[in-house]
Every structure is written in C-alpha cells, then in structure tokens.
C-alpha cells in the first residue's frame, strides 16, 4: 500500500451513521455499506465534506447520518474505488487504511444532497450492484 506523505495538517472526514464520540476508533472488519456486503478491509476518510456527505447519506443502518472529524493512527492510500483505477487522479481526496482512524470531532452543520442527486445516486449503486461489482479491497 503506497502511503501518503506529509498530510498532519490535513483535516479528515469520515461519513456513517453510527454514534460516535471524540477518542472513539473507527476500524476495519465492519461489513461494508456496499456490494454485497463483505468484511471491509479497509476504513475510509476523505478530506472533503462533500464525500464525507456521500458516506453519511449513503451509510446502511438506522438513524441519521453523522460526519465525524478523525485522524489516521496509521498510513493512508488513495481509495483505488474513486481514484486511479477508476478515474483519473483524486478529485474526492478519498483515501484507505488498514489501521483505526480516531474520533476527534463532529460536524454538526452540513448540508445533505437534494432529493434528485441522492436518488441518482442510489440507482447508480443499485446498479453496480445487480451487475456484481464490488470494491476494490487488493
């Protein structure tokens, strides 16, 4: 897993539904919100609320969707599932790690996508997911 370098000034993002508080570990091991399902190997942040925003909204479960502020406690790597692999660059700034990320905040005042541009969304996924296509987890 190639690393990122040098981003401690980097404020991160991760997107659920589940009820975190600050010091609260994010790991792997969790099923995915996505495909069919399966054993995620990786956690998955991003440095734009906008993605951040995607994953609140789009995380399975009950209750609403949160963003937490949160800080790797170990390397992170492009997310091959919005960068390189399949599109050029990283636009989202959505990265993976293998290890916890930490609870350090909460942002409290975002602003979810329209009604139109999260069903858009949500076909999409429905979509990849009757043709079998599942995230990258190599």
């Known amino acids: 897993m190639a690393t990122i370098d040098d981003l401690s000034s980097q404020l ?4 659920t539904k589940a009820d975190l508080k600050p010091g609260d570990l994010i790991e792997p091991g969790y099923n995915s919100n996505f ?12 440095a734009t609320l906008d993605a951040a925003t ?5 995380a399975l479960g009950e209750g609403s969707g949160r963003i937490y502020i949160v800080e790797p406690t170990g390397p992170i790597a492009d ?3 919005l960068t390189d ?6 636009l ?3 990265y993976r790690s293998r ?4 609870v350090t905040g909460e942002v409290n005042d975002w ?6 541009e999260l069903k858009a969304m949500k076909d999409n996924l429905e979509q990849l997911r009757r043709l079998g296509i599942e995230a990258i987890e190599d």
């Open 12 to 15: 991160f993002y991760h997107g």
């Open 79 to 81: 997310d091959p599932n």
């Open 54 to 58: 995607w994953g609140a909204e789009l």
């Open 111 to 116: 602003k979810g996508h329209s009604p139109q």
């Open 85 to 90: 692999k399949k599109y050029p660059g990283n």
């Open 99 to 102: 290890d916890p990320l930490r």
């Open 92 to 94: 989202t700034k959505s």
């Open 35 to 46: 495909g069919k399902r399966k054993k995620a190997a990786y956690v998955y942040l991003t």
